[in-house]
């Protein structure tokens, strides 16, 4: 099993980017997926979930409005669509897989991809 994330960078106040988790191992079809993301000296935060058809989806209240959490099933592939960055947004950013048959333990993450907003 294993998570890739890719598409962070460096980005200006107000911009925009679009990271994206490759998934191979398992078949992503099967299990809820989540961003989550931790900046330096921070705990760890819960960013946004998907459920495995991608018809429902949840998000931490700093980032509702701004970011959408979407899958592509047939490429294995996850995104986080992110717009309106501030500096607050500035973390490393890792795609996780939801435990089978759980609802609040993640078994398998991503390294990390780092996005940083800043002038």
């Known amino acids: 099993v294993q998570l890739v994330e890719s598409g962070g960078g460096l980005v200006q106040p107000g911009g925009s980017l679009r990271l994206s988790c490759a998934a191979s191992?398992?078949?992503?079809?099967?299990?809820?997926m989540s961003w989550f993301r931790q900046a330096p000296g921070k705990e760890r935060e819960l960013v946004a979930g998907?459920?495995?058809?991608?018809?429902?989806?949840n998000y931490a209240d700093s980032v509702k409005g701004r970011f959408t959490i979407s899958r592509d099933n047939a490429k294995n592939m996850m995104y986080l669509q992110m717009n309106s960055l501030n500096p607050e947004d500035t973390a490393v950013y890792s795609c996780?897989?939801?435990?089978?048959?759980?609802?609040?333990?993640?078994?398998?993450w991503g390294q990390g991809t780092q996005v940083t907003v800043t002038t």
């Open positions: 191992g398992f078949t992503i079809s099967y299990y809820y």
């Open positions: 996780a897989r939801q435990k089978y048959g759980s609802s609040s333990t993640y078994d398998y």
């Open positions: 998907i459920t495995r058809t991608g018809g429902n989806t």
